[in-house]
């Protein structure tokens, strides 16, 4: 009995001090290929807002037209609450114009679905190479195919649970919905893209992930709350800081502490990935 008691305890330290050493670890891995990684997401944000920029640009000139085709039907009922009488070059104007509004939803449909698109493929090229640097995986033509057509799948999947949550639940449901669906896919689509892998299929990578991400939550429950705790506290520290030394320059802070974090996190979890599927 007594033996088993301090095996019990030893295993309790062991684990105690396996969770301590990944944590430590998390930090020791910052090598050459960690650093490629912050490159990167500090490049996925620079595209990201040139694309926002130019999706605005975009709608802004779509949206020019019907806002000029809105002031023209103005202007012609005015004119014929004056005469009372619609004439046929009014008729006319008045066709076109509604034309004009008519294709704006078309066009911003078009602009919407393709900016989704365009987001999702850029989204899922970053992470592939981030991916593979972080795993130190031989890059191929073949592997980055693979990973974006995937991630592709992935993100929208969730896009469409969310667009369904959103439009089919009251408004306290659907906000609840929201908040768990974020947080499921939070946790969830760092075990997916780990299975990212030319071995793997579709359907290995989908069954893997949902597998594993139940299976293996409690090894993965106290690593998150040490994340959120790191990360709260650097946060807290550095704004503390900032304010103090540097107030005008908190908003450069906090992209680059954005960069950092996820950086960070995306190693911390790569780390006990390795250790747990070992």
């Known amino acids: 009995m007594m033996n088993t008691m301090k095996t019990n305890a030893k295993k309790q330290i062991?684990?105690?001090?396996?969770?301590?050493?990944?944590?430590?670890?998390?930090?020791?891995?910052?090598?050459?290929?960690?650093?490629?990684?912050?490159?990167?997401?500090?490049?996925?944000?620079?595209?990201?807002?040139?694309?926002?920029?130019?999706?605005?640009?975009?709608?802004?000139?779509?949206?020019?037209?019907v806002a000029t085709a809105l002031q023209s039907i103005l202007g012609l009922f005015s004119v014929i609450g004056s005469s009372g009488q619609i004439n046929p070059a009014v008729q006319t104007a008045l066709s076109q114009n509604f034309s004009t509004i008519k294709w704006f939803y078309f066009k911003a449909a078009m602009i919407i679905l393709g900016s989704?698109?365009?987001?999702?493929?850029?989204?899922?090229?970053?992470?592939?190479?981030?991916?593979?640097?972080?795993?130190k995986q031989k890059q191929t033509t073949a592997y980055l195919k693979k990973f974006v057509a995937i991630n592709m799948t992935w993100q929208l999947l969730w896009l469409l649970a969310a667009i369904i949550i959103f439009l089919g639940l009251t408004v306290k449901a659907a906000t609840i919905g929201l908040i768990l669906l974020l947080f499921t896919y939070l946790y969830l689509t760092p075990f997916f893209r780990a299975q990212l892998t030319e071995k793997h299929t579709l359907k290995q990578a989908y069954k893997e992930t949902f597998v594993l991400g139940a299976k293996k939550f409690r090894h993965f429950a106290i690593p998150i709350c040490v994340m959120f705790i790191t990360v709260v506290f650097a946060w807290m520290l550095g704004v503390l800081l900032m304010t103090l030394l540097a107030p005008a320059g908190i908003v450069f802070f906090a992209i680059i502490f954005l960069v950092l974090a996820t950086a960070w996190i995306r190693l911390y979890f790569a780390v006990i990935h390795k250790k747990v599927m070992g």
Request: net charge positive; proline share 3%.
């Open 14 to 65: 062991s684990g105690k001090i396996s969770h301590l050493h990944l944590y430590i670890q998390s930090f020791k891995s910052m090598d050459k290929p960690f650093g490629m990684t912050i490159l990167l997401d500090a490049a996925y944000l620079l595209v990201l807002f040139g694309l926002f920029l130019l999706f605005l640009i975009v709608l802004k000139a779509v949206f020019l037209p």
């Open 116 to 135: 989704v698109a365009v987001f999702f493929g850029i989204n899922s090229l970053y992470k592939a190479f981030i991916w593979l640097h972080l795993t």
